[in-house]
């Protein structure tokens, strides 16, 4: 029988965040903001489940801001394709994906637009009120890559980065090497980076955030605080 994850609530899901309203940027920060997404265990069964269950309860919240543009990064081609299958069905994220057998021209195309959207993005924070909009009322959908650490994008070959507002962690990477290049490819200089990590990747997380210079907080509760 094929699990299909549900679209509960954040707050109903297997997590442990603490409130960080006080470490949030203010509006016109230019900082990066990094939050760590706390699963309890992997020696559990059904742990792919169970990370699977905790993007879509994040993604069900977040993609409902229109235009918001995300990149959520994978290991492998395996956990691509698996993140695709369970966030397909959210019909406010105009999802695509960035792998290794994927021909240059549809690269590209994926590319541009979502460079597009980070534009439309920045356009947005600047006209738009203190208000909110959710997706349903201007009909603009918010927009996600996936992608694998063998397809990012490849500034040496004249490849820009990409800005996202948002970016996902689905698994932390080992090397402190990845990690940066992650953050450099893919985040705005201003934009929020989110770790799902499990107890035994803390350690890995911690050396990190030490050798980096930079500052990981535990993600609020409701993620529409740090949007």
């Known amino acids: 029988m094929e699990l299909k ?5 954040l707050t109903h899901l297997p997590i442990s965040v603490n409130s960080a309203t006080s470490m949030l940027p203010s509006t016109g920060s230019s900082s990066r903001w990094c939050f760590s997404l706390n699963l309890r265990s992997r020696t559990f069964f059904g742990f792919q489940f169970l990370c699977l ?23 492998s081609r395996d956990e691509l394709d698996a993140v695709c299958s369970a ?6 994220i105009s999802l695509a994906s960035l792998y290794s057998d994927l021909a240059e021209a549809d690269r590209a195309l994926i590319l541009e637009t979502f460079r597009q959207t980070t534009s439309r993005w920045s356009q947005k924070l600047n006209s738009l009120s203190d208000d909110k909009c959710e997706v349903e009322e201007d ?11 063998a397809c990012l994008p490849l500034l040496a070959s004249g490849e820009s980065p990409l800005s996202a507002h948002v970016l996902i962690n689905y698994e932390l990477p080992t ?3 990845t990690y940066m290049r992650r953050m450099t490819t893919c985040s705005a200089s201003d934009g929020i980076l989110i770790n799902m990590v499990v107890g035994g990747e803390v350690v890995t997380l911690k050396s990190i955030e030490e050798s ?16």
């Open 5 to 9: 994850p549900s679209r509960l609530p």
């Open 53 to 75: 269950e905790t993007l879509v309860g994040l993604l069900d919240v977040a993609g409902r801001r229109p235009s918001l543009p995300m990149i959520v990064c994978c290991s």
């Open 87 to 92: 966030v397909s069905n959210l019909q406010y």
């Open 139 to 149: 009909g603009e959908k918010s927009h996600m890559i996936v992608v694998t650490d």
């Open 175 to 177: 090397k402190k090497e």
């Open 212 to 227: 980096s210079g930079l500052v990981i907080a535990e993600m609020p509760i409701n993620i529409s605080e740090i949007l």
